[in-house]
């Protein structure tokens, strides 16, 4: 009995692992986020940016990770922040007005909310959003081009956006009013047909901040895919060429670090290309569940601990079993593991397998001892949490070794 319970846990285990490791399948960004291919997205926005000439397009999912990040070799560089869905913290918003004040990067907001005042406010720019403060709408359905908004699910608001001597006519939704407290350096660029203002652009001491008070004009569902055009982009790539007014290499970062993840349902990962089977071990998958919600909390060091409790468990299963002998273990005879072609115990299992992959026995030099110690023990499940493909190899053996 304890041999067979040894042998299910262990086995257990190790899809546990792999069941983590698989926990991305069928989660994707919600908002806009610019890995979010939905209508409420912007990845057509990406798709756009990256078709201008000498532009390079970078999605920021870590702000910090961009902290060395040497952008000399550009000529003008740009920060798209679009409807951002979760606050930013000190110091990404210092990373930001460094890029900013320091590195002469010009800044885009298209936001309803009020997650980017705090950057605002940091680069000491005179305008304000009135966050979710939304203006008078109107109610029907307008087809722009070949996109169409329905307010039976969104309400809209005409207005326009002027760019040097060019107006564009084009739709709000959901559209904030924006606030400029100092007309010397910050001047109106957008209105709604009420005249209220929803938008402004100001000069800081390096470069330009443009700011419109809706992220909705950037979205998928009116930005349409590559090659098709409409006002939308007629507007984008006027923004690009206002800020950038040298012919030079350009960088736009955009952000995706704001964004919250969402499951996709059974019928969703259909439409997305999944076979049936496929989408039903996805959707049964409960740590795609738990991924969500350590990410969503930034908890994503949770996993981790996880998979180390897995190898402790293993761990401990190993040293319940074993008998200690001189300096090291040495593993009882009698507790055998039922495998199809095998009749070996879990720990000689796993250790002749390591012995067979020359990546492992060099990491773990002491496998090739005939007894092992307690610390080998301990770095052979250590190894075998965090390398991914040596534990498929042990699953792979366990399941299938005839």
Request: charge should be neutral; proline fraction near 2%; aromatic fraction near 10%.
């Amino acid at each position: 009995m304890k041999l067979k319970s040894t042998a299910s846990i262990f086995i257990l285990a190790i899809l546990i692992i792999l069941a983590i490791e698989n926990s991305r399948e069928g989660v994707v960004y919600s908002g806009a986020s610019p890995r979010n291919t939905g209508w409420d997205g912007t990845s057509n926005l990406v798709e756009h940016l990256e078709n201008i000439e000498n532009t390079e397009v970078l999605i920021v999912d870590d702000w910090a990770k961009l902290r060395d990040r040497n952008f000399d070799s550009y000529s003008c560089g740009i920060i798209f922040i679009i409807s951002p869905e979760k606050s930013f913290t000190q110091e990404e918003v210092e990373y930001v007005a460094n890029l900013v004040l320091e590195k002469n990067f010009n800044l885009v907001i298209l936001d309803e909310g009020s997650y980017t005042n705090d950057i605002l406010k940091r680069l000491g720019v005179q305008v304000e959003i009135e966050a979710y403060r939304y203006v008078e709408m109107t109610r029907s359905k307008i087809y722009i081009g070949k996109s169409s908004r329905s307010t039976s699910s969104s309400v809209i608001t005409p207005g326009f956006i002027e760019l040097d001597r060019d107006t564009y006519y084009l739709f709000f939704s959901y559209v904030s009013p924006v606030t400029i407290k100092n007309n010397s350096t910050c001047t109106k660029i957008a209105y709604t047909v009420e005249g209220i203002g929803v938008g402004a652009l100001c000069t800081t001491s390096r470069g330009s901040v443009l700011v419109i008070g809706d992220g909705s004009i950037a979205v998928n569902d009116v930005i349409p895919p590559l090659p098709e055009e409409n006002i939308y982009t007629e507007v984008l790539k006027r923004v690009i060429n206002k800020l950038c007014v040298n012919s030079g290499k350009k960088v736009i970062l955009i952000d995706n670090s704001k964004y919250f993840l969402k499951i996709l349902s059974f019928g969703e990962l259909l439409e997305e290309g999944y076979g049936f089977l496929e989408a039903l071990a996805i959707s049964i998958n409960i740590f795609r569940y738990i991924y969500l919600y350590t990410q969503n909390l930034n908890l994503s060091t949770s996993l981790i601990a996880i998979s180390i409790a897995i190898a402790i468990l293993f761990t401990s299963i190993v040293k319940r079993f074993s008998t200690k002998k001189g300096e090291g273990y040495e593993f009882s005879r009698e507790l055998y593991i039922t495998i199809p072609g095998y009749g070996k115990i879990v720990v000689e299992f796993v250790e002749d397998i390591c012995r067979s992959d020359n990546r492992c026995v060099k990491e773990i030099p002491c496998v090739a001892k005939r007894v092992l110690s307690r610390r080998c023990v301990e770095e052979l499940s250590i190894y075998m949490s965090r390398n991914r493909e040596f534990r498929k190899k042990v699953v792979e053996a366990l399941l299938y070794k005839r």
